[in-house]
C-alpha cells in the first residue's frame, strides 16, 4: 500500500474471496425455534392459569382444554421444521454451520421438553 493513500485505503482484495457467510437455513431454524419455544412456554403459562383458576381443575373435555391441545401440536410442529431446517443447515456447503447448531439444540430441547412435560402430566392422573 502507498504510504499517500492514507489511513483509508482498501487494501487489494485476493483473487478469490474465502469469506463464510452465515446459513440462511439455519437463521431461519433458530427463529423458527425460538418462535416454538416461546409459544409453548407461553400457552403452558396459559393453561396453568386456567387450571389455577378454575375450581375442581381444568376438564380435560372442556372446549378451551381442546384448543389448548391443538395449539400445543401446532407449535410442536412448528418446532419439528425448525429442527428440519437446522438439519438441512448442516448440509450447505461453504456457510458457517453456528446458526443451524443453535437450532437444531434449541429445536431438540423445545420438543423433548414439551414432550416430558406432556408425558409427566399423563403419568400424574
Not at 13 to 23: A, D, K
Not at 41 to 67: C, D, F, Q
Request: a positive charge.
Amino acid at each position: 500500500m502507498d504510504p499517500s493513500e492514507g489511513r483509508n485505503a482498501v487494501p487489494p482484495s485476493l483473487p478469490f474471496e474465502t469469506r463464510q457467510c452465515h446459513s440462511g437455513l439455519g437463521i431461519a431454524s433458530l427463529s423458527v425455534s425460538l418462535v416454538a419455544g416461546v409459544g409453548i412456554l407461553g400457552l403452558l403459562a396459559i393453561a396453568g392459569i386456567i387450571h389455577a383458576n378454575t375450581p375442581g381443575g381444568m376438564n380435560e373435555k372442556s372446549p378451551i382444554a381442546v384448543v389448548v391441545g391443538l395449539v400445543l401440536f401446532v407449535f410442536m410442529g412448528i418446532g419439528m421444521v425448525g429442527l428440519g431446517l437446522g438439519i438441512a443447515g448442516f448440509f450447505q456447503g461453504e456457510r458457517k454451520k453456528v446458526f443451524p447448531v443453535l437450532g437444531t439444540c434449541l429445536s431438540a430441547l423445545v420438543l423433548l421438553g414439551t414432550l416430558l412435560i406432556v408425558l409427566s402430566g399423563l403419568n400424574t392422573r
